[in-house]
Every structure is written in C-alpha cells, then in structure tokens.
C-alpha cells in the first residue's frame, strides 16, 4: 500500500515536471522558428549578454504602455512578445554553451585572464556574468510591484530549465578546482575582488539559482564523491532499476526532498562526526530561508512562484545523475570504473569525462582529455562503458527508460581489437542498469509504465536516434585510425578532444598506452 503511493506521488510530481518541459520545449521550437526565419541566429549567439539586456528594454518598455485600446494592446503585447522571444533564444544558447566572444574578452573579462591562477577559468567568467545578466534582473522583477505578468513568469520559469545545468557546472567546476582562489595574489585589492566573486556565487547567485549555499559543495565533495556511488552516497542509483520510468519517478521525489531539506545529508554528516560541514550545511539551508522569507515579504506571489519553480531541481538532478551513473556493475557498485559512464556531450565539461572526473576529482578540466587517453588500455581491460555519437544526455536517459538497450550499443565505442556483437552489448547494458534489490511487478505496472514513459517522450521531442549513425549492423566494430567507422558521418558531432590524435597513433590493435602522445 505504502509502496503504491509512493509511486503514484513520485509518478504524478515528475509526469508534471516533463509535461511542463516538453511544453515549454514547444515553445522553444517555435523561438528557434522565429529567430532563425529572420535570420537572427548568427547575429545574436555570440552577442547574448547585449540581447538579454535588449529584451529587458523592451520587458520594461512594455510597463508603460497602457493597453486600453486595441493599438496599445497590439504594443504593449508585441513588446512582451519581442522580450519574451529574445529571452528564451538566449537561453537556449546559454544552456548548450555555444556563446563565445570568439577570443575578444572584454576588459573584466581580461582583468580577471590576467588574475586568474588559471587562465583557462576566464571561461567559466563568461557563464557567470552571462548567467547573471539572464537570472538576476528577472529575479528582481518578480518583486517589483507591476511587473508580475505571464511574460516574467514564462520567462523565468524557462531559465530554470536552460540555466539549470550550466548553473551547476559552474559551481561544480569551482568547488572542485577553486577558480577564486587567492592564495597566489599578491594585491589585497585584486585578493577582495575575488573573495567578492566567490561570495556571490555562494551566497546570492546560487540561491536564485535555487541552490543553497554549501549544500552542493558539502553533498559533492563530502559524500558524492568519498562514498562514489556506493550505499552511503545519498544519490546512489545502486538500489533503483534504471531502466524503470516509476523507478526514476522515486528518486526524482527522493531528490527533491533532499535538495529542498537536506536531512538525509545532515543525517549522513553526523552519523560520521563530520560536525563543521554538518554546520556549514545548515547555516547554507538557513540562509534560504530568510531569502524567501525577505521574497515573501516583499512580494507574496512572487515568493510563490519561486518555490513552485525551484520544485522542479529533483528531476534536474536525477536527469544528471541518471546520465552519469546509470550503468553499474551490480556485483561490484563501488567500482568507479563500472559505476561512471563516458557519454560524448558538452565535451569540455564532466559529461563526456565522468570517470576521469572521479578518478581525479582536483584536475582542471583542461586535463580530462589527456587523463581520458592515457587510460584506455585499463577502461578496455576493467570493462568501462563510453558513448559517442549520442545527441543529449536526454537521448541517453530515454534510451534507458525506453529499455532502448540496442541503440545505445550502437554508440558505444569499442576498445576490443574485434568486433562485438550488438545482442551481447546490448544485454551487458540491460543487465547494468537493473537494481541490486530486484521487485517483482504485474504486467499491469509494466504495461502503465511504458504507456506513461512513451507518451511524455513524444512530448518531449527529443530524438533517441541520430541521423548520422548506421543502427542497421549487427557488430560494433573496433575503434580504428579511421575513428570509428561505424559511425559514419559523426565526425561533426563534438568527439572526445585528442582521441583523433590518439586513433591516429595507433593500430586496429587493443589500446596501448605506449603509444600515446
């Protein structure tokens, strides 16, 4: 009985989560429609920090508009209409990371090029000053009295979705590698600006980003990470069938609760005397409180909203997880060779890394492509999965839930020195992604549950095979100097950065690392 309702209030908060993404992810289309019919799209990619503040001009303009009869309403809703579009093209670029000042930073940005004790991390500037001028004024707009309309709240409630995932890379990416760090500053000045910077990351962009302070950083690198994956990780996928779509109803629930409370965590941090972070952890969820408290004394609505909003991390974070450690070897779950999956998306972040990223959690990302090579011979013998090829991580993740085990095959890459067969990769796959704790379900559970997941994929748009990729051979052939020809026509699909160098260097043999660059 318990376990039925569970479901049905795990099943009900996530359907809701996807149906309001695959919506919204219709209204992006229709953007994209707009913005490209009028040949926008190269003009406005690589300039998203000056056509945010464009679509604030013209978000405001709209206020003093008075849409009393039909040529002011014509106005005042075309001004909504312009922002609203302008916004959400951003957006979308913010979330796939394709803008770029094509090597021309401007002042701050060099400043800080100059400062940094890596000068790579000038990127990750970019993302946050970017990610603010998309979060913070439309965060203050939703407590200025007037400007609560349909245009804000679509606004707003979109960049939760957009800016989600590059939001925690970029935190990811700094409590791993400290890109604020001062230590090597001689300048108190330069030293206070950069505390500054980290100050409000923590503490102000984080929580409109519907993040508490702390909490990330304590969870990742105190528990994620020392525990990797095992039973004590408070997001391990060890106990859930992953290839169940009410199994990952449960843990988006799971998530949520945990993101929204903490408790599990705090528990957790006890349990193991670990005091100051159990410390650091509440005076994070604290300082949210207030934060919405303040919002809701402000604007009671707006407060609302928010919280309505920030409801829907858990299933942000279970798509991550889920695409990261899905794939387990069910009799050792331990293992970060087995229990971390390689998928070619983002390459330059965690996704297309996520063994190395455990591996070596310190290294700059600047060296995943060099760890990734240097470690193929032992990924090939410890039986390590890594995809390419793939669009999305989404397409991963329905691939999954779709029991899609023979697709996936199809882009897996091959680090034997013969062909593999499909059936059998497929099977390895299916079996990787089954729980440790196996439950017996009707035909009828079964059967609502594949209904359920195929009808919020056709809503969701998101294609689970790739036109460049031949899915019709019954092999995956060996990874060659030809770089995968099985995979015909996906050289323009972002591959692992250095792995042509490496393809190049080597024989149709098994991986040697004696032959690396």
Known sequence: MLNGLHVLVAATYTTMVMVFSGLLAIVDRIVRIIIVGLRLENLIAPRLGRTLCLAYVFLASAHFVDPKDTL?????????????????????????????HEGRLNAYERWFERNLFNPKDVYFLEILVVGSLATVPLFVLLFVP????????????????????????????????????????????????????????????????????????????????K???????????????????????????????????????????????????????????LWTAIFISVMYYLNPIGAYFFLFVSGFTGA?????????????????????YTNCVNVDVYTYTMDAYHLEHHRKQAVHFSKYPELFVSQLEVYRREGSLIFRGLLSREMFVFCLLLKK?????????????????????????????????????????????????????????VPIKSPAVNYS??????????LEPFFPGTENL????????????MSTSAPNTSQLP
């Open 72 to 100: 002011s309403k014509v106005v005042f809703y075309g001004l909504h209409g312009i922002a609203v579009t302008l916004y959400l093209f951003c957006t979308m670029n913010l979330q796939s990371m394709t803008f770029s």
């Open 227 to 285: 525990e990797n994956n095992n039973l004590e990780d408070i997001t391990t996928l060890a106990k859930y069938d992953r290839s169940s779509f009410f199994d990952f109803c449960k843990a988006c629930l799971k998530f949520e609760l945990s993101w929204t409370f903490g408790l599990d965590l705090l528990v957790y941090l006890l349990r193991n005397k670990k005091n100051k972070l159990a410390g650091m952890l509440v005076s994070g969820i």
């Open 316 to 336: 942000g974070v279970a798509l991550g997880v889920w695409s990261w450690h899905a794939l387990v070897d069910p009799d050792d779950i331990g293992n970060i």
């Open 473 to 482: 051979k019954d092999e995956v052939e060996p990874w060659s100097a030809k």
């Open 146 to 225: 007037g400007y609560q309309n349909w245009a804000v709240f679509l606004m707003f409630f979109r960049l939760r979705f957009h800016a989600g995932p590059i939001n925690e890379m970029l935190l990811h990416h700094n409590m791993h590698t400290d890109f604020f760090r001062t230590r090597h500053l001689k300048s108190r000045w330069t030293a206070f600006v950069f505390k500054a910077h980290q100050f409000y990351l923590d503490w102000i962009f984080g929580p409109m980003s519907s993040n508490h302070a702390h909490y990330y950083r304590v969870h990742h690198v105190y528990n994620h990470h």
């Open 494 to 505: 972002r591959p692992f950065p250095l792995t042509q160098k490496y393809a190049m260097a």
């Open 405 to 461: 085990f023979d697709v996936l095959a199809t882009h897996l890459v091959n680090l034997e020195s013969e062909p593999r067969n499909k059936k059998e990769l497929a099977a390895l796959l299916e079996t990787r992604s089954k729980s440790i704790e196996p439950r017996q379900h009707s035909s009828f559970y079964f059967g609502l549950e594949k209904a359920i997941i195929t009808l919020l994929w056709r809503l969701s748009g």
